[in-house]
């Protein structure tokens, strides 16, 4: 009896998650695991274990990396909650963590609820949503109002754990039907566009395009790419609009899964999946996955192989999530010169903050000191956490004058336990070099004496005498506030 229950797993959550991914009703999963409906939803609500015996069949059945029954979504769940409930708004009520990592474990679909009801408090807060409310009430219709679309979106993403199968599968699929090699995918992917959807593609004169980059002209069918974008991006912006011509069922259905939405957010989504799509065309899974891992993820010699940029393939890292041919669960963030984050990726259990920046002693804000260099750095958060990271500064397209030319820093890391696969970590003792204390940021950190804090953790009390100066410019007590 006590080698059969050690076979035996409460993951109610996390199946549902995997058959509501694999778009299959209680009744075809029973079907395909050869167990009734009944105990399908015993499963899912967490009232019978899945046995050994069950996660073999749905291996075998679904092709599915038995990996997805992971912790990375309750570990990531778990720190969003540990967020909301950090802000001064709860410090009357005392949660111990253990409650707070239950939550996120058995009942996921309310965490990210709270999650995006905190968000929209924090906005409203802000003064920030009172426009769009009124809006909302002159609609007869009773439209929804989304208080972020982009975290909207964001959160989406995160929720299919930046990898979306069936985008992938076409885009395969349309490399295969191409058959070129990267330094000719351009010319086949405008010859695409012309012969199957009559769309033209040309590369138009920046005082034509002004501050345009691309556009289509649905009337004249052209496609209208500014010369201020360089080749990768030329090649990334045909692709993106193949994808716009020829997956929207796809898009669709993805769009349709993720229950209702308002029209922004709809309309951010799907131009948030033809994105997907186009990158995915420029490095089809199969042959980047490989490439990826024959070259120790060296990311500009696969920029060089595959016709992209830093920054690209950055990105298609974070989506190596495909069941059985999984690539490192990397994170990522693209950063500006003032700390704004506008990009933020993690197929791993990186815990990014959705409501301030980061930590200002991770070495992607050093960059810009020097652009020209590719730092790299091991961090620790305060529960013990590592993470090796790569930083380095990225162009945009070139802006004419006297607009600046934009720049940022892109950020890449995974847990300690995957460094060694990668190119950079090369000539590094992992197990003995000192990781850099960081934080999540400031307003969570709780991290004593640090001379770059730039505001109190919102979970202590800040205490403040005028007869000393300390290094740091916020003292604060020992115990939490309640």
Avoid at 112 to 121: D, F
Avoid at 268 to 291: C, D
């Amino acid at each position: 009896m006590a080698t059969d229950q050690g076979k035996k797993l409460f993951v109610g959550p996390r199946f549902r998650r995997i058959r509501q991914q694999l778009g299959l009703s209680q009744t075809q999963i029973a079907e395909g695991l050869g167990i009734s409906p009944s105990y399908v939803n015993l499963i899912e609500r967490n009232q019978r274990p899945v046995t050994a015996q069950i996660l073999l069949r749905l291996a075998e059945s679904y092709d599915l990396d038995l990996r997805d029954l992971a912790t990375a979504d309750e570990d990531r769940f778990f720190a969003e909650l540990n967020e909301v409930f950090s802000d001064p708004l709860f410090r009357q009520i005392e949660i111990p963590k253990q409650e707070l990592r239950d939550l996120a474990e058995l009942c996921p679909g309310v965490t990210h609820a709270l999650q995006r009801l905190y968000a929209a408090y924090a906005e409203a807060r802000r003064g920030e949503t009172m426009a769009a409310a009124q809006m909302a009430d002159r609609d007869e219709g009773g439209a929804r109002f989304e208080a972020n679309p982009i975290e909207r979106v964001r959160d989406l993403i995160e929720a299919n754990r930046n990898y979306f199968a069936e985008l992938d599968q076409a885009a395969e699929a349309l490399r295969d039907e191409l058959n070129v090699p990267a330094e000719e995918l351009y010319a086949a992917l405008a010859a695409r566009l012309r012969e199957k959807h009559a769309i033209v593609c040309r590369i138009m004169p920046v005082d034509v395009m002004r501050e345009t980059l691309r556009r289509f002209d649905r009337h004249r069918r052209q496609l209208l790419i500014s010369e201020l974008i360089d080749a990768p991006g030329r090649i990334f912006q045909l692709a993106f609009q193949l994808g716009m011509a020829e997956c929207g069922p796809h898009f669709e259905t993805i769009i349709g899964r993720a229950g209702s939405l308002d029209d922004t957010a709809r309309r951010l989504y799907r131009i948030t999946l033809a994105n997907y799509f186009a990158a995915a065309v420029m490095m089809p899974y199969p042959a980047f996955l490989a490439a990826a891992e024959a070259l120790n993820y060296d990311i500009p010699v696969l920029a060089q192989r595959f016709s992209t940029g830093f920054e690209q393939v950055c990105h298609r890292l974070t989506t190596l999530s495909r069941p059985n041919a999984r690539g490192i669960p990397f994170f990522m963030l693209r950063v500006d010169n003032a700390g704004n984050v506008s990009k933020r990726f993690s197929s791993g259990t990186f815990p990014f903050s959705k409501f301030g920046g980061t930590c200002p002693l991770w070495n992607v804000h050093s960059t810009f000191d020097t652009p020209d260099q590719l730092l790299r750095q091991v961090v620790e958060l305060p529960d013990g956490t590592r993470y090796f990271s790569i930083a380095q500064v990225v162009r945009r397209p070139a802006a004419p004058h006297p607009y600046p030319q934009p720049r940022f820093a892109i950020a890449l890391g995974c847990e300690i336990r995957h460094a060694g696969k990668l190119a950079y970590a090369a000539g590094m003792n992992l197990e003995t070099t000192e990781g850099t204390p960081i934080g999540v940021n400031c307003r969570l950190c709780e991290r004593e004496n640090c001379p770059q804090r730039a505001e109190p953790p919102i979970t202590r009390t800040l205490i403040l005498d005028e007869t000393t100066r300390r290094v740091s410019s916020f003292a604060f007590s020992n115990a939490r506030e309640l």
